[in-house]
């Protein structure tokens, strides 16, 4: 289980192995975010903590590879057991780089309350859009990052982008109510192509399952 | 964003191939260099990736290059924060105090060059009070360290850091903001609208027009304000006169009689644009919008470019201001806000570079960046970009016509007009 922790609404993970073992086996890329002190002055490598998007943290806690923590010295959150007796379970970890102990609540009652946190993105993301999301990472065949840098909603790698460059820019849509839009097909499919990739509308049928549509550029004429 | 800026906040867009514009691509190998004593404050460069995969199924090829590169990257990433090396042994001048009760951050007779720009000093000139992203990279980048204000045996994690600094939303996006900048080289301070509220616009407006076009403004307001009476009483009296004058080959209809281009006679393009010329005064954005208390558009940071001699008590007029936008939670600002932004703030005026041509004609340069900018900061988690907004008047720059641009040009024949379409 990969220690995930919340800070300002926001989810990272602050050591070096769980950034390995999500990026090997699961995909999982997140941002680096942090300076890194051996090269301070510049902005295209960064370091430690690696800041989770919404959808990779609850695709993780989903998936049951990851669990949240939180630090409860800054927190306002009212974690008292509610009833007496209340099974809640108070695990003190040691925290890695220092020997001062971190609270760090990992019971049943702590997690759902988080999870309530998790809840709040599933409402605000849109549980349709996490399904697009999942459709893509589930089998950790396709890496995606969010996708503002090329105008969609996730920007999906064939692989590791450390490796290999982005092929689809996703935009996920209603399949049966959203109209794509004439303009919208031009400016996408130009601007994709242009910087070779295809841009990809995802929709959900009825049976659930995820169909995608891509759109490329021909330039005919 | 602009060229230039683009320049100043992207350390190498030069370096860009064209077809990947905004996609980083990551050398870790300078920093293991760096870390082997090899190279020196090396910018990195960016790497070399590949399209795909080679086949569906993993090759050894593309299992070893990945492996390669994601070792490399570990490796620098698994080395520990650089720890400062204090001058005289004692670690206290280089130690940020954190106070658990009241949640601030402050140094006691700190030393350190990050002190030019950075925090600021109390009246006894020994305690520096910073503020939380200050403090935080000021770690980060391992300049400093942070214990509690009373605990001296416990150095606090990153993670620790992070949970006490960042108490209010939205505080990581303006932190990643600032860091960013930071790193860039500029020297940034917090704006006063960072954490209270708006204050009220109580400024007057001050005439931007030059006085010509100012007093041509009057005329034309006061044209059409007296409009109304000038119909109902003397405009049938002019008009007799002007009927009068015209067969005479003397006088015309006024401009704003509705039969003055009817009887009126114009030999030349520019004198009839600019009889025709609505004159303008600037939208006064900043004495009509009063900021929204409410708004969730606020300037966060002050930047200004390296200045040799910055003083942070008394900082020049800022270079830059910043709003930090987070897409998943704010729309882009509206037009009203928009305006509201740019009547509040009060950065420099973009320095113009020398003009190669002495043209006469519009002003290219002040209709590019226009007197009031600022920037947006849009954070979709942990990916950002910056927009820049400026008002530029167009109206301000009067009549842009020349006669001679109708003047007959020779065409030759197009030859492979296709290709020049295209072009296009």
Redesign the interface.
């Given at each position: 289980m990969i220690p995930i922790?919340i800070?300002?609404?926001?989810y990272?993970i602050?050591d070096?192995d769980s950034?390995?073992r999500v990026?090997?086996d699961h995909l999982i890329i997140?941002?680096?975010?942090?300076?890194?002190?051996?090269?301070?002055?510049?902005?295209?490598?960064l370091?430690?903590?690696l800041?989770l998007?919404?959808e990779e943290a609850l695709w993780l806690t989903e998936m049951g590879l990851g669990y949240l923590i939180f630090?409860l010295?800054?927190?306002g959150l009212n974690l008292e057991p509610k009833v007496a007796g209340d099974e809640t379970r108070l695990n003190t970890v040691e925290?890695s780089?220092?020997?001062?102990k971190?609270e760090i609540y990992q019971s049943e009652s702590v997690q759902s309350e988080l999870s309530a946190d998790l809840r709040k993105i599933k409402d605000?993301?849109g549980y349709q859009t996490f399904k697009f999301f999942k459709s893509f990472q589930n089998g950790s065949r396709y890496a995606v990052?969010?996708?503002?840098?090329?105008g969609g909603k996730y920007l999906v790698y064939?692989?590791?982008p450390?490796?290999?460059?982005?092929?689809f820019i996703v935009q996920p849509l209603d399949y049966k109510k959203d109209d794509i839009g004439m303009i919208n097909i031009v400016n996408n499919g130009r601007l994709s192509t242009?910087?070779?990739k295809l841009w990809v509308v995802a929709g959900e049928k009825e049976d659930g399952s995820t169909e995608c549509f891509s759109v490329e550029w021909a330039g005919f004429g | 964003m602009e060229q230039e800026e683009d320049d100043l906040l992207?350390?190498?867009s030069s370096n860009q191939p064209d077809?990947?514009?905004?996609?980083?691509i990551?050398?870790?190998a300078?920093?293991a260099q760096?870390?082997q004593g090899k190279k020196r404050n090396t910018?990195?460069k960016?790497g070399v990736?590949?399209?795909?995969?080679l086949a569906q199924e993993s090759t050894t090829y593309?299992e070893r290059?990945?492996s390669e590169?994601?070792n490399t990257?570990?490796e620098?990433?698994?080395?520990t924060?650089?720890v400062p090396v204090p001058g005289n042994g004692s670690m206290d001048p280089l130690t940020i105090r954190y106070d658990?009760q009241t949640g601030e951050f402050y140094m006691t007779q700190p030393k350190g060059k990050f002190l030019e720009t950075l925090g600021k000093t109390d009246r006894d000139g020994k305690t520096v009070w910073m503020f939380p992203e200050e403090a935080v990279?000021l770690v980060?980048?391992?300049s400093c360290i942070a214990k509690y204000s009373d605990d001296d045996s416990?150095?606090?994690?990153?993670?620790?850091l992070?949970?006490?600094a960042?108490?209010?939303?939205g505080?990581?996006e303006k932190f990643?903001c600032y860091?960013?900048l930071k790193?860039?080289?500029y020297t940034i301070q917090r704006h006063a609208e960072y954490d209270e509220m708006i204050p009220l616009v109580t400024e007057v407006m001050v005439p931007v027009l030059s006085t010509k076009r100012f007093q041509l403004g009057h005329l034309a307001n006061y044209l059409t304000r007296s409009l109304s009476w000038f119909r109902r009483l003397i405009l049938p009296l002019v008009d007799r006169i002007g009927l009068f004058c015209f067969n005479g080959g003397l006088s015309r209809y006024p401009l704003l009689h509705p039969q003055h281009f009817e009887f009126s006679r114009y030999f030349r393009y520019s004198s009839m644009f600019s009889q025709l010329q609505t004159v303008f005064l600037r939208p006064s954005s900043h004495q009509e919008v009063q900021a929204n208390q409410q708004t969730k558009y606020r300037i966060c940071f002050n930047i200004w470019k390296p200045t040799p001699g910055f003083r942070k008590k008394s900082p020049p007029v800022p270079d830059f201001q910043v709003c930090v936008i987070d897409?998943?939670?704010t729309n882009f600002p509206s037009f009203e806000e928009v305006r509201s932004l740019l009547g509040r703030c009060d950065s420099h005026t973009v320095k113009k570079v020398e003009r190669t041509s002495v043209a006469t004609g519009p002003d290219d340069f002040k209709l590019k960046y226009g007197e009031k900018h600022i920037l947006i900061c849009?954070i979709?988690?942990?990916?950002m970009?910056f927009v820049r907004l400026n008002d530029s008047s167009f109206a301000s720059e009067g009549l842009i016509w020349q006669d001679q641009w109708l003047q007959k040009k020779k065409f030759a024949p197009r030859k492979g007009g296709r290709k020049n379409r295209r072009k296009q």
């Open positions: 922790s800070v300002n609404g926001k990272f602050f070096i950034v390995k990026r090997n997140g941002t680096l975010s942090g300076t890194l002190s051996i090269l301070p002055q510049q902005n295209i490598l370091g430690l903590p800041q998007t919404s630090n010295k800054s927190s925290s780089d220092s020997d001062r971190l605000s993301v990052l969010p996708g503002m840098r090329f064939n692989g590791d450390l490796r290999y460059h982005a092929q242009g910087v070779k | 992207n350390f190498d077809d990947d514009f905004g996609e980083v990551q050398d870790w300078v920093v760096k870390y910018v990195p960016r990736k590949d399209a795909e995969p593309d290059m990945l590169a994601r990257m570990y620098a990433l698994s080395k924060r650089r658990r990279f980060e980048r391992g416990h150095v606090l994690s990153l993670e620790e992070y949970s006490m960042f108490a209010n939303p505080d990581y990643m860091s960013h790193r860039c080289g897409v998943n939670s849009i979709d988690q942990g990916v970009n």
